[in-house]
T-cell receptor
Framework: EADIYQTPRYLVIGTGKKITLECSQT?????MYWYQQDPGMELHLIHYSYGVNSTEKGDLSSESTVSRIRTEHFPLTLESARPSHTSQYLC?????????????FGSGTRLTVV | AQRVTQPEKLLSVFKGAPVELKCNYSYSGSPELFWYVQYSRQRLQLLLR??SRESIKGFTADLNKGETSFHLKKPFAQEEDSAMYYCALRTGANNLFFGTGTRLTVIP
């Protein structure tokens, strides 16, 4: 089934560890996005990509990095996790000419750094 | 700079009562506005977009450029409408900016 998948759903990890949050979509969408959301706060765009080998930083400064080597895969990496990185991370995708259809969101990864 | 404001974090209404979730925006260009909804234990999903001028699940929203508003309305709330609602603005850069959301609770 065409969809967007995020793993893991929940992650508790110690300070200083390197982590990668996975996001994959099977819809053939060119555009993909990462949002960060703290409880009760807005969703903030931290990274986006308009296609393979294209990545840009979003409006909220983030210490994370992303890569887009394949159309369907848009992983987010934190080289050294800190408690300040504790948040929910949402991945989304959209297609060209999507002005009428909005974004498709994944289920999110809730990250806790202890 | 663009901004989306949802002044109510929480809103409770009785079943069958009208409901209005407020959204105001600031953006110097031509805005595109959306409403997204997140039901309990489900993903964030698109509810409606202003350019289609449609009604989804009984909800409507009209873009008022004079008041820079895009309020979401439904004449008769149902229990299944209880959810988190986010207003979102798309800019010329084609990225979505979200408000802080309003949690709607429909009381039986």
């Amino acid at each position: 089934e065409a969809d967007i998948y995020q793993t893991p759903r929940y992650l508790v990890i110690g300070t200083g560890k390197k982590i990668t949050l996975e996001c994959s979509q099977t819809m053939g969408h060119d555009k993909m996005y990462w949002y960060q959301q703290d409880p009760g706060m807005e969703l903030h765009l931290i990274h986006y990509s308009y296609g393979v080998n294209s990545t840009e930083k979003g409006d909220l400064s983030s210490e994370s990095t992303v890569s887009r080597i394949r159309t369907e895969h848009f992983p987010l990496t934190l080289e050294s996790a800190r408690p300040s990185h504790t948040s929910q991370y949402l991945c989304a995708s959209s297609e060209p000419g999507d002005r009428d259809y909005g974004y498709t969101f994944g289920s999110g990864t809730r990250l806790t750094v202890v | 700079a663009q901004r989306v404001t949802q002044p109510e974090k929480l809103l409770s209404v009785f079943k069958g009562a009208p409901v209005e979730l407020k959204c105001n925006y600031s953006y110097s260009g031509s805005p595109e506005l959306f409403w997204y909804v997140q039901y309990s234990r489900q993903r964030l999903q698109l509810l409606l977009r202003h350019i289609s001028r449609e009604s989804i699940k009984g909800f409507t929203a009209d873009l008022n450029k004079g008041e820079t508003s895009f309020h979401l309305k439904k004449p008769f709330a149902q229990e299944e409408d209880s959810a988190m609602y986010y207003c979102a603005l798309r800019t010329g850069a084609n990225n979505l900016f979200f408000g802080t959301g309003t949690r709607l609770t429909v009381i039986p």
